[in-house]
């Protein structure tokens, strides 16, 4: 009895596996350019832009279609990839450590936030989290240039509460604004 659990268990592991790697291959650039077209990654990096006029953070927007092979057979988790795309992207690498990666990942309809220490110990995992849920209702209507703009604004705002630039201070650009589509 214990064997067939166990049989069982494995196929459904395997079928799983295979499920997701059908569903990430699936997905490739025309889909991310479909749900994301040019104009709506320029509408998003022009916000960007705007945003880091009033603060020193920055702030980089990730949309991948799809896992790459390797995430997927070692069974990656979304929040993991975005983790790394934070550290491809060099969002960790500003002066005051205040980089925030915005991070969808469209076969499962994922999305993450990951910041670095300076913003983070202000904000915490709540906060991301609300965040979160409010890109979660757009992006379920199919609205994903909507929910990065509204995602793009609630950072906005934690980072100039935290982070604002002073009468006369400007901002270096530290990292690109345009949206990252892979």
């Known amino acids: 009895r214990w064997g067939f659990r166990w049989r069982r268990r494995l196929g459904e592991l395997v079928m799983n596996r295979l499920t997701r ?19 709506a990654l320029e509408r998003i990096g022009e916000r960007v832009r705007e945003s880091e006029k009033h603060h ?6 990730c949309v991948e279609a799809g896992l790459p092979l390797s995430y997927l057979w070692r069974g990656a988790s979304a ?13 960790w690498d500003t002066e005051a450590n205040n980089g925030v990666l915005i991070y969808l990942l ?23 989290q609300r965040i979160l849920e409010g890109m ?11 929910g990065l703009l509204a995602a793009v604004e609630a950072v906005d705002a934690l980072l100039v509460r935290h982070f604002a630039l002073q ?6 650009n530290e990292l690109p604004d345009a949206p990252w589509r892979v």
């Open 136 to 146: 979660r209702a757009q992006f379920h209507d199919g609205h994903f240039e909507a």
């Open 167 to 172: 009468p006369g201070q400007v901002n270096p």
């Open 106 to 128: 469209l076969a499962e309809h994922a999305i993450e936030i990951v910041a670095d220490r300076g913003i983070d110990r202000h904000v915490g995992a709540q906060g991301w």
């Open 56 to 61: 020193s953070g920055e702030i980089r927007v």
């Open 21 to 39: 790697l059908l569903k990430h291959r699936l997905f490739d650039e025309a889909d991310a350019h479909k749900a994301l077209d040019d104009a």
């Open 79 to 91: 929040r993991e990839r975005a983790v790394a795309m934070f550290g491809k992207l060099r969002v």
